[in-house]
Every structure is written in C-alpha cells, then in structure tokens.
C-alpha cells in the first residue's frame, strides 16, 4: 500500500497516511488540534479543513446542509466526511477550544443553612473497658452505645478494623452513620470533621463543591470542562463512541476527573479527602449511564428507554471515586431517559416542589428540559432543541469562551458587541446567538419568516453581504457573522422550546393562569437576555417578568440533598409525582412545532439594553 502524505501548510508540518484513512481521525491522531464537536458524526459542521478550490473534492450532502457556498466553492471540507485518496496540502480552519477557556457555571441559588437532617452524621462515644463481667463482643458494645446497627456494605471491613481502632483509641472513638447505620468508626473526637462533596456532571462542565455538614457551608470547590468532551460535545456523539468500545474509557475519564476535582476542592478546603464520606452527584441520565460504566445504547433510539432511573446509593469506592473507604455515592433520581437527575435537582434547588402556586423550570442545552408545576404536581417534556444555543450548526458558533460574543445591540449605522473577557471577538456563545438573533428581528432586517428584509439591504448595507448565501457582520472585517442558514437553526431550536412550553401549559389548563415563576438554569440561561428571550418567542410575553436565572441549580440540588435526608426523599417523590410527556406522540405536536418556528412581530418600541446595564463594547484587537 503506498504512503500518501498530508502537508499542513501553515504549520509547515507533514503526516503519512494510508489510502483510505480518515482525515479527521489522522489529524487526531496526530495531536493536531481540531474542533471535532460530534465526534465525526458529521452533524456540527465544525472540523473545518482547508483545501485546494482546485482538487478539494465535490461537496457531500452533509457538507451542502452544514456549511455555506463560498466556504465549498474556497475549497472548505470537513475532515471527518472523507477519506484520504491522494497526498494533500491542507489547512485546519476550526482548531478546537481548548478547556480552560470555556466558562464553567459554578454557581447556583444560596442555600438556606437551616438545613438540618443530614444522611451523614458521627457521634462520639466513650465505651467503657472491656472486663469480665463486661465482655461483650466488640460488635454488640459499639452498636448499643451508638444506638445503631451495621451498615451491610460496610459490616465485614468494621469488624476487621473494629478491635484496633478500639483498642488503640482506649475505646474512645467515633461512630460515621449513614442513614442511621454505621459505616465507619474512626479513633478519637472527629464529630468536628464531617464533609460531603455534592457534583453536577453537565455534558459541557464538571463542578464539584466541598460542603461542611456542620457549618453548612461551601468550603472549597473546583470546576473544568467535561473530560469526555474530547469523544463528542453532545450525549448522542458520547453513546456513540461508547457503543464503539469506549465506555470503559469514558468511566475512567469521568472517575478519574471527578477524583482529581475532589482533591483539588479538598486541597482548597484545607481538607483529607479521606473525612468525606458522600459524594451527591446530579447530571442528566447519559452521563450517569456513563458513570457506573452502564450502557446508555438504550437512550438513544427510540423508545428512548433508561437502563434505571431512580436514586443511588453504594459504596464510592466500587467504582473507583476516592473518598473515605466507607463512603457512599449518592445519585439523584431521574425523571425519564432525557428529563433527567439534574433537573430534579433543579426542582429541589428551587423549592418548586413546596411551593403552592405552579412555577416553570427551564434547562436549555441540546435537548431543552423544561418541567412544570408546584407541590400539586409536575409535568415535563424534553424537546429536541438542538446543538444551535451551544454553538454547534452555527458558522460562527461556539461555547462560551473568552472572545465569544454574548451580547449585540444593532441600529442603523452601528453594531455594538459584548464579548466573554472583552476580548477580541471570535465566534458566538449561546447566549450572543439569542441576542444577535433578536436584534436582528427587532430592527427588521429579519423578517418574521426568518428571511433577511430587501429594504435592510439599503440601510444596513455596510453589515449585510451576500456571497454563497447572505450574512450579516458582526464584526467589521466580516470574520464573526451570521447567516441564513444559521437564522434558521435559530428558528427550529426556538420553536422546539416554545411548542414544547405550550404543551406543557395546555396540560396544565387553568393552573397555567397562576405560574409565578419561570427558572432558567444552567450556563446558557445565566447570560441570556430576558428581552431577547421574548423578541425570539421563546417564551410566552406574559412570563417575560417573571424569569431569573438560578445558575446551575444541579449544583444546589445535590448540596441540599447533602444537607438534609428530606430533600432526599422529596427528590424521590418528584419522580411519582412527574408526568412525563414524549412530544413525539403527543396529539398536534408537529403542527405546534411549525407554527412556533415563525418570529412574533416587534414591538414598536425602543431597542432593549443590556440586562446588566453594562455599556456594550467593541474589543479592540
Ligand atoms: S466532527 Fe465533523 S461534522 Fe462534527
């Protein structure tokens, strides 16, 4: 077989390859950095290569959806769509964002420290010496002290250890209980250190924060981009890879990171990673599946079933989290395969389950999560929103890291942009995307049918260019824009939320009327515009005063549920007191859908500002 070379001009830097080989995973190979968002899916349109207009090989379907006709007629391919058949001279256009750029959402609602109950809780004993007339077993003396039998994953590791702690502690230790069972017994007074660690394991960002069960309080915490982002930026991409014979591999990177993160929040803390005794972790039902090291195949194709859903609890160290020897990991429940334990957390977090009056959680990510009610009752949906609010199918879409857009204001003659760290811009966030979007449909160069206005051509004609498709710029050089086709992913992904929001009203019937509060969660909520939200028709006028952002309340969730065995129990209640809707079946979803792909018309008042009154600026390069 004769060896075809691949010259990466700008780098100046040469590969072998084999006829036949796959360009992406060569350049992968080659620790060449390359955004690969799906995993070579060919469904984001990232894994943008340059070649030669001249020999680049004619377009593939999949390229004519993701990418525009002057990126194809310039000879722009994506690399994980063709196979090596003759040497090359390339360019990779879209190199990936590397990790500790990306904004991590730590951050959630304060948590009430009256909390009180929690799972994890010492005493302190003094047993008297043993004697003859005293010589019970070492078993039976603790546990009548402690007024609390054996936890049965821990029993056989207590007894072995139980006569040397006794002993060499002169009988004076202290009991760990875990739901009222003991899992452990350390020597001495240590009622004094008693920690937990609660998690949210997002697809994007992992968070992990030390809380103190004593105080009550965050003590240290650490956060980093999903270590299985590298095998896909979305759950479909990771199944996929799992499927393939990665899902060890997809474990141990989640194990490991989570081990790493805890270390670091301890080391923060000022902490042993060895005085933890739980580890509460909320995260949707992929990457759960892909914790335990369960197959997720199922959650993928219809009928979209989970391996299981309800909450949790084994020893952490089966599977390889290093905590106390004895201590438990903790899982929240999930309410269906794609409503998942972080929005049950969410519902926690909020209190939406105490409260009398219906409230409206929302989780906007590839699939928008949305769950609906009060104390009385919940009903959720999942709604395929798409890849668009995280950047994916978007030209110039990207996740939130320094240099992306997140904020636009549009008038005649001037496009002020905001971008993460006021740095120079380099593509679109989530919630730059909302915002730019809504601007454009505010000052009328988009028109309600999403098409670009011929009358805008004239008034913003230093903006609006049309080569292979029309586009307007962002920045003035034209390299950050947004495109017809982007517009469009906009439109379909705004009207999966809003057909999916009005499902769940119609289900509600008259208790809709009474909605008091609309939550927004997670990163793409935190920055997001409430005005722009409204512009889009992504939520209902009417619930437009009535939206915060509470962060990443799957954090919060499983903190509470650390603090208190209530919040537990309630957590488990959510899931029986949840009606699960599936869109797909649901009697006029379709025809909801594509009425709610249209833009309202604009209101004919004055251009929004900026929700944090902070002046919008043009970074300079
Ligand atoms: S990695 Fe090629 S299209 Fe996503």
Same mark, same amino acid.
Request: with cysteine; net charge positive.
């Given at each position: 077989m004769s060896t075809l070379h691949l010259h990466f001009t700008s780098k100046n830097q040469t590969l072998t390859a084999n006829h036949g080989d796959n360009l992406l995973e060569k350049i992968i190979e080659a620790n060449l950095d390359i955004d690969n968002a799906c995993n070579g899916m060919?469904?984001?349109?990232?894994c943008r290569v340059q070649l030669d207009p001249a020999t680049a090989p004619a377009p593939l379907e999949d390229e004519l959806r993701l990418l525009e006709s002057d990126e194809l007629r310039d000879? &722009? *391919?994506? $690399?994980?769509l063709h196979r090596i058949q003759h040497d090359l001279a390339l360019d990779i256009v879209s190199e990936r964002n590397t990790g500790d750029t990306v904004r991590v959402l730590e951050d959630g609602l304060t948590v009430n420290t009256d909390i009180e109950g929690a799972s994890l809780e010492k005493i302190y004993v003094e047993l008297p010496a043993p004697t003859l007339e005293d010589n019970g077993t070492d078993e039976q003396r603790l546990s009548s002290r402690v007024g609390a039998d054996y936890h049965n994953g821990n029993h056989l590791r207590l007894l072995r250890k139980l006569p040397v702690v006794l002993r060499d502690s002169r009988h004076k230790v202290t009991a760990v209980l875990y739901n009222g069972e003991i899992i452990d017994v350390e020597p001495g007074?240590?009622?004094r250190r008693l920690y937990g660690v609660a998690v949210d394991i997002g697809t994007t960002t992992v968070v992990a924060a030390i809380i103190d069960?004593?105080?009550?309080?965050? &003590?240290g915490s650490a956060a980093a981009v999903n270590?299985?982002?590298?095998?896909?930026?979305?759950v479909i991409s990771r199944i996929q890879y799992a499927e393939a014979g990665g899902q060890e591999q997809l474990r141990l990177l989640i194990i490991e990171q989570l081990n790493s993160l805890v270390e670091q929040a301890a080391t923060t803390a000022k902490?042993? #990673?060895?005085? &933890?005794?739980e580890i509460a972790i909320a995260a949707n039902s992929t990457m759960l599946h892909l914790l335990l090291g369960i197959? $997720?195949?199922?959650?993928?194709?219809? @009928?979209?079933?989970? #391996?299981f859903r309800n909450s949790v609890g084994i020893r952490a160290i089966e599977t390889g989290?290093? &905590? $106390?020897?004895a201590g438990i990991l903790y899982l929240l429940p999930s309410v269906s395969s794609y409503v998942g334990a972080d929005i049950v957390a969410g519902v926690i977090a909020t209190d939406m389950h105490l409260a009398d009056e219906p409230a409206l959680l929302v989780d906007i990510g590839t699939n928008g999560e949305i769950i609906f009610g009060s104390k009385d009752g919940f009903v959720a949906c999942s709604c395929a929103a798409g890849p668009a609010f995280e950047?994916?199918?978007?030209?110039c879409g990207s996740v939130a890291?320094?240099?992306?857009?997140e904020a636009v204001r549009i008038s005649p003659g001037k496009v002020d942009i905001k971008t993460i760290g006021h740095a120079p811009a380099n593509g679109i966030c989530g919630s730059g995307i909302v915002d730019v979007v809504a601007q454009l449909v505010l000052t009328g160069i988009v028109q309600s049918n999403g098409r670009f206005s011929k009358e805008a051509a004239t008034l913003y004609a230093d903006r609006l260019r049309n080569d292979g498709g029309q586009k307007f710029n962002l920045t003035e050089d034209g390299n950050v824009y947004i495109s017809q086709k982007d517009i469009r992913q906009v439109q379909l992904a705004k009207g999966a939320i809003a057909s999916a929001i009005e499902v769940l009203l119609r289900e509600l019937g008259e208790r809709s009327? *009474?909605?008091?509060h609309v939550y927004i969660a997670g990163a793409f909520g935190k920055h997001l515009n409430i005005e722009s939200l409204a512009l889009l028709g992504?939520? @209902? @006028?009417?619930?437009a005063n009535k939206v915060s952002f509470v962060g990443n309340t799957s954090k919060t969730g499983a903190v509470k549920c650390l603090l208190s065995r209530r919040y537990k129990e309630e957590a488990h209640a959510v899931l029986d007191r949840t009606k699960y809707l599936?869109?797909? #079946?649901? @009697?006029?979803y379709e025809s909801l859908f594509v009425e709610s792909i249209a833009f309202p018309s604009p209101p004919s008042t004055s251009t929004p500002q900026p929700q944090t009154g902070e002046a919008l600026t043009v970074p300079t390069a």
């Open positions: 060919g469904s984001c349109g990232k000879g &722009i *391919r994506l $690399a994980c007074d240590t009622t069960l004593n105080t009550r309080k965050e &003590i270590a299985q982002r590298s095998f896909g930026q979305d902490i042993d #990673v060895g005085s &933890i005794y197959s $997720a195949a199922s959650l993928s194709t219809a @009928p979209y079933q989970a #391996v989290l290093r &905590i $106390a020897e950047g994916m199918n978007i030209s890291i320094t240099g992306s857009i009327a *009474r909605i008091q992504m939520i @209902p @006028p009417a619930f599936e869109l797909s #079946v649901y @009697p006029g």
